[in-house]
C-alpha cells in the first residue's frame, strides 16, 4: 500500500495552504484588517481540522470511500461520493485555469493558453501516474525553496524603503463588519479547501501524529499568509492591493535597494508555479480517487490519464475570461466550498450518534444502515439530506451554468 511520511504530509499541506493563496490579498474587502480576517478564519478552520483529523481515529485503516460505507449505508455513500467527485474536478479546474492565465500574463504572453496547460496538464499526470508518494517527494524537494523565495521577499521590501506600517492604522478603524462579511470567503479559501485533504490522511505513516502534523502546517501557513497580507499593503496600500491582479507581483517589483537587487518578478512565477502545481494536483487526484472507489472496475492511472487531458478543453470552455473565472470563484469560496468544508461535520455527527446508539459491545462488525438511524433521529436526518440536497443544487447549478456558456461559445 502506498505510504508518506508525515513530514511529506507537512510539507503537502504547506505548499497546498500556501502556494498560491500568498499571490492573492485574502480578507481584502476588510481593508487594512484583512489580516484580522484570515486570524480569525484559521481559528475556524482548526475547528474544521480537528474533526478532520478525528475521524481516521475512529477509522485508522480505513479510506473515506470505507468509513462513508461504514456510517452512511451504500447508497447515501455513493450519492456523497460523487457530489465529491464534482467539487474536486471544478476545484482543480479552478486552479489549473487560473495558473495557465496567471503565467501567460507574467512569463510567457506570447505562447497560446492551450499550449501552457496541456504542458502542466502533462506534467501532473506524469507524477500522479507515478504514484502519490513521488508527488510527496517532489515537494520535500521544492518547497524549501518556495519558503526560502518567501522569506526572501519579505527581508527585501523591510529593506527597499517601500514599507509603511501606517498603512494597516487605524486597527478595526470601520469596526468589526467589513472583518465578518470577508470571514465566510477566506473560511472557504484556503481553510476549507482542505477538505481534500481527508482523501489522503489514511497514507499517513504514523496515524498518532497526523493532528499534531496538521495543525503544525496550517499554522505555519497561516502565519506566512498574515505576513504577505501585511506586507503587501504595508507597500500598496490597502485600496491598490484589493484592486490589483497579482497583489504579490505588484509587491515584488517596488523592489529596488540600490539599483542592484530590482527585478524579482520571477519568484513571483516561481511561486506561482509550485502553488499552481500541488492545488491542481492534489485536488486532481482526489478526484480520480474519488471516480475509482465509485466505479470499481475504473482503474487509476486510466481516470487520471483521461480526465487529464480532458481538463484544457473543459476549462477553455468553462471559463471565457480571466474575470469570469475570478467572479465565480468567489462565489464558490463563499457558498461552495464551506458547504462542502462543513459536510463532514455532519458526517462525524451522524457517526458518533451512531456509535452511543450501538455501544461496541452490543453492535454486530457493520453498523447499520443509516437510513434506520434517520427514522429514529430526525435531526440527523434532516441535516443529512439537507445538507446533501444543497450541495446537489449547487453543482446543478454550476453544471447549468458551464452549460450555457458552452452553447453561448
Not at 151 to 157: E, P, R, S
Request: hydrophobic share 55%; glycine share 6%; with cysteine.
Amino acid at each position: 500500500m502506498v505510504r508518506i511520511s508525515n513530514t511529506q504530509l507537512f510539507m503537502l499541506i504547506v505548499a497546498f495552504e500556501v502556494g498560491s493563496t500568498t499571490l492573492f490579498a485574502l480578507g481584502i474587502g476588510a481593508g487594512r484588517d484583512a489580516w484580522i480576517v484570515v486570524l480569525l478564519a484559521a481559528l475556524v478552520g482548526f475547528c474544521l481540522l480537528w474533526v478532520y483529523t478525528e475521524i481516521p481515529k475512529h477509522y485508522p485503516d480505513k479510506h473515506f470511500s470505507e468509513i462513508l460505507n461504514d456510517v452512511l449505508g451504500k447508497k447515501l455513500a455513493a450519492i456523497m461520493l460523487f457530489l465529491f467527485c464534482l467539487y474536486f474536478y471544478s476545484q482543480a479546474s479552478h486552479n489549473f485555469y487560473e495558473f495557465g492565465r496567471l503565467i501567460k500574463i507574467t512569463a510567457l504572453p506570447l505562447s497560446p493558453l492551450l499550449l501552457i496547460w496541456y504542458l502542466f496538464i502533462l506534467v501532473v499526470i506524469y507524477i500522479l501516474c507515478l504514484g502519490f508518494e513521488v508527488l510527496a517527494r517532489t515537494c520535500e524537494v521544492l518547497l524549501p525553496y518556495l519558503l526560502f523565495f518567501l522569506v526572501t521577499i519579505y527581508i527585501f521590501t523591510l529593506f527597499s524603503g517601500q514599507f509603511d506600517f501606517d498603512a494597516l492604522r487605524p486597527v478595526l478603524g470601520n469596526g468589526f463588519q467589513p472583518v465578518l462579511e470577508s470571514l465566510a470567503y477566506t473560511v472557504g479559501f484556503p481553510f476549507g479547501e482542505m477538505v481534500v485533504f481527508l482523501m489522503f490522511l489514511h497514507l499517513a505513516e504514523t496515524k498518532q501524529l497526523i493532528r499534531k502534523t496538521v495543525f503544525l502546517a496550517v499554522g505555519l501557513s497561516t502565519v506566512l499568509l498574515m505576513i504577505s497580507l501585511i506586507i503587501m499593503i504595508s507597500v500598496l496600500g490597502p485600496e491598490l492591493t484589493a484592486n490589483s491582479e497579482i497583489p504579490l507581483l505588484e509587491t515584488i517589483l517596488t523592489i529596488n535597494i540600490a539599483e542592484i537587487i530590482t527585478n524579482l518578478d520571477s519568484i513571483a512565477v516561481f511561486i506561482m508555479f509550485i502553488g499552481g502545481f500541488y492545488k491542481t494536483a492534489l485536488h486532481f487526484y482526489g478526484f480520480s480517487l474519488t471516480v475509482t472507489w465509485l466505479f470499481k472496475r475504473l482503474k487509476l492511472k486510466s481516470v487520471m490519464i483521461i480526465f487529464g487531458l480532458s481538463l484544457p478543453l473543459f476549462v477553455h470552455f468553462r471559463f471565457p475570461t480571466f474575470a469570469h473565472q475570478r467572479w465565480y470563484g468567489e462565489m464558490s469560496a463563499t457558498y461552495m466550498i464551506p458547504l462542502f468544508a462543513f459536510l463532514p461535520v455532519l458526517l462525524f455527527i451522524i457517526m458518533i450518534m451512531k456509535k452511543k446508539k450501538n455501544p461496541p459491545h452490543e453492535r454486530r462488525m457493520m453498523m447499520p444502515d443509516i437510513l434506520s438511524v434517520i427514522k429514529e433521529d430526525l435531526l440527523s436526518g434532516i441535516l443529512l439530506v439537507g445538507g446533501s440536497l444543497y450541495a446537489a443544487v449547487l453543482v446543478l447549478v454550476m453544471l447549468y451554468h458551464t452549460v450555457t456558456l458552452l452553447f453561448k461559445r
